[in-house]
């Protein structure tokens, strides 16, 4: 774009794309005096994206005020229809085109992805390059700019498929990823590039970097080691992933279960002991006693304690051999899992 063309912009913008007394927080990094898109509205398909050019007049307010070459990027946050694959959008690093630090203009491209269907606001500027792994990034000056008008139609749809479905800790797994078009539930049938990572690898990201190809039926197994990562499939953007989605393997739960004693006078209190040898902290166990022939009662709860160790009391109804076990339900990943069988004699 022209600096004439920009002049025109900055002086006469699109329709609720520019705006002047930004709301902020004291003594912001940066102050906007006019954020301008020169797109209200887009429609995007697919993977593709549309491109829309952003330009910024303002003041930094840290460093050197004679600066000409600092840059910015721009936080867009996706609000309105469903469905949406994401949440929020980053431009592309903001120029500075004219002027100094302490008076100018900055110009650059958003890529708006069909996953970011319904509404993106300007929400914020921030100083320097997005760089998530960096920890080093400044926090964006909160501002109230233009919005654009997202219509995203065959949008990816994302599915994760772990083998085995329920894996022990340390064991092999493979994950099978499948990006398709939601509207039509087929493939979009060629190979598209992906990034599959776990733990921070899955929130640092940036541009496309590390990315490999599915398949044409946009299928790609991921070999892995089974643990409480976890473990993603993201469609790579200029910046922040533009889709994508995350899964958490799930494991079979471990809980152990030791009666103080073994008989007790009827309606005495007998402390049951145990430790729920995987799974989070604080996940509830049920002591359950048997009625009948096959029917499973919970008759008291507890959680486990900060070094997964629990206590239930068992307290006999009748003289005679009772059953109880202890079951540990879902609890996060983990799934239902039950003690052995143990008894006490009632007296």
């Not at 949406?84 to 203009?105: C, E, F, R, Y």
Request: hydrophobic share 40%; net charge positive.
């Amino acid at each position: 774009m022209t600096r004439r063309v920009l002049a025109v912009l900055l002086a006469a913008p699109l329709a609720g794309a520019a705006l002047t007394g930004t709301a902020h927080a004291a003594d912001p990094d940066f102050s906007a005096e006019s954020i301008v898109v020169d797109r209200s509205s887009v429609a995007v398909a697919s993977l593709n994206t549309v491109a829309v050019t952003i330009t910024v007049k303002g003041k930094v307010n840290v460093g050197n005020p004679a600066a000409t070459d600092v840059q910015l990027y721009a936080n867009l946050k996706r609000t309105g229809a469903a469905p949406a694959g994401i949440s929020w959008v980053v431009s592309d690093n903001l120029k500075q085109i004219s002027g100094t630090a302490a008076d100018g203009v900055w110009q650059g491209k958003v890529n708006v992805p069909s996953t970011a269907n319904g509404t993106l606001t300007i929400d914020g500027i921030a100083l320097g390059r997005f760089d998530p792994a960096s920890g080093s990034n400044i926090s964006p000056t909160p501002v109230d700019g233009p919005v654009i008008d997202v219509k995203g139609v065959h949008q990816p749809k994302f599915t994760a498929t772990p083998t085995p479905a329920v894996s022990a800790l340390g064991t092999p797994v493979s994950i099978r990823w499948q990006v398709t078009d939601s509207e039509t539930g087929q493939p979009y049938g060629s190979k598209l590039k992906v990034i599959v990572a776990d733990d921070n690898g899955c929130v640092e990201r940036v541009g496309a970097a590390g990315s490999v190809l599915t398949d044409t039926a946009g299928v790609i197994v991921q070999k892995a080691v089974s643990d409480d990562a976890v473990k993603c499939l993201l469609i790579p953007g200029s910046q922040a992933p533009i889709g994508g989605t995350s899964t958490v393997l799930d494991h079979p739960g471990v809980v152990t279960a030791v009666p103080a004693k073994t008989s007790a006078k009827v309606g005495t209190i007998v402390p049951v002991n145990g430790v729920v040898k995987v799974a989070p902290l604080y996940c509830p166990v049920n002591l359950q006693r048997l009625y009948g022939a096959s029917q499973w009662r919970t008759v008291g709860t507890v959680k486990s304690d900060s070094r997964k160790r629990y206590t239930l009391q068992a307290q006999p109804a009748y003289k005679g051999r009772i059953p109880y076990r202890v079951q540990f339900p879902t609890c996060s990943n983990y799934r239902t899992a039950v003690s052995p069988t143990f008894h006490i004699m009632g007296t």
